[in-house]
Nanobody, 126 residues
């Protein structure tokens, strides 16, 4: 199983980035996918997640990104995306994606992850 996160970079405050998490070795129909981030000196934080079902899937967002970030997925590409708009300096962190095998196809969360991907750096300057 491999999860490859990409799309990070450096932007100014107010800018946008789109992260991708390409998953191989398993099918998204059985796994919820979550995005986390970790800034220097801070604990890892759950950012957003999306449940496994292809239709009428569930999503969650952390309070700090609600209304600015949007999670989506493409099962044909086995890829999950995180569209990040209105970025702020406090969004600066390494972003990771992870998957969790879930029984409830509409559930996703930030605990009990089965596999983790590499991180991609996001830097937002003021």
């Amino acid at each position: 199983v491999q999860l490859q996160a990409s799309g990070g970079g450096s932007v100014q405050a107010g800018g946008s980035l789109r992260l991708s998490c390409a998953v191989s070795g398993l099918i998204l129909d059985l796994y919820a996918v979550s995005w986390f981030r970790q800034a220097p000196g801070k604990e890892r934080e759950g950012v957003s997640c999306i449940s496994s079902t292809r239709l009428r899937y569930g999503t969650k967002y952390g309070d700090s990104v609600q209304g600015r970030f949007t999670i989506s997925k493409d099962h044909t590409k086995n890829t999950v995306y995180l569209q990040m708009d209105s970025l702020q300096p406090e969004d600066t962190a390494v972003y990771y994606c992870a998957v969790e095998r879930t029984r409830n196809s509409r559930y996703c969360g930030f605990n009990g992850m089965n596999y983790w991907g590499n991180g991609t750096q996001v830097t937002v300057s003021s």
